[in-house]
């Protein structure tokens, strides 16, 4: 698998994380994508060990300010290293950060141990965001960019404050005017929050800003899955495969539909396209399952397990 390619949502899938988990880290610059095409990111096997590396991190309770200021102090301790999430092992020690080099814990500078406490003060400033929406602004405070709005949205998501998120957006959006991105954001938002006519709404208006917006066509068609719209969302994902033949994700989720039809012939052929794209996909043996019940040839190594619905 060290050959490896993945979207945003087979790295989700893969490392056992919400996709928009995926898409915070994207946008601190922790994960690199190798490519991006019509906004759907591709990442390679360095940072699906990074992702992991993260995970174990977050899972460990650290909060992703207190990280950013320690990754900055380790690349001031070890000038060489200019990606410590891609170069260096990781381990969390109460307030501690240490590397792991070999079988011992080392500190930067080659100490057995270091302390980042004293690091604190090169950590961002911790803006109360949820002010904004509550405490009138006051004349001498100079005006809020939406796009600052949208950055403290982003962050209240990763804090798990999705309803606050939700109510950031709208206040970037009014301040800013309509924009796709955030649209598709809020969409998610909406999803996960269990909003999901509010969320088609948001994913129709992403698609009216940019209709080659094929990862929002993805999700509006999974969404349209869950409804039950079967030819509507088979139109949105065959509409993302117009704009983008190569996106697997789409084929995957085509596949699906078309099986829950029962037009597997139809669906056959995006099966064996989407192994073509993606045979490393945390989803390849359902694919080779569904294969092999078409009377395609043994479904190699193949599991039971299949992948998500709406991500």
Known sequence: MAGGRYTAAMLAELVGVPVGRIR???RRGWLVPVE???????FDFTELQVARQLARLMEAGVAPRWLDARLAWLK?????????LAELQLVLDGRTLLVRQGEGLIEPGGQMRIDFDAADDAAPPVVPVGRWLTIPQVHE???????????WAAELEERGALAEAVEMYRAALAAGGPQAEWCFQLAELLYRLGQGEAAL???????????QFV???????CLLVERQQWELAIAAFQGALHT?????DAHYHLARTLDQLDRGQEAAMHWRRFLELAPDSPWSDEARLRLFACGEGPPSGATQEVGPGMR
């Open 36 to 42: 991006q095409t019509h906004r759907v990111v591709w």
């Open 141 to 151: 405070a100079p005006p809020l960019e939406p796009a600052q709005l949208a950055a």
């Open 76 to 84: 001031k301790c070890f000038p060489h290293v200019q990606r410590p």
């Open 215 to 221: 990862e929002a066509r993805v999700n509006l068609g």
């Open 24 to 26: 915070a880290w994207q």
């Open 244 to 248: 983008y033949e190569a996106y697997p």
């Open 201 to 211: 709404e948001r994913y129709y208006v992403a698609l009216e800003l940019d209709d």
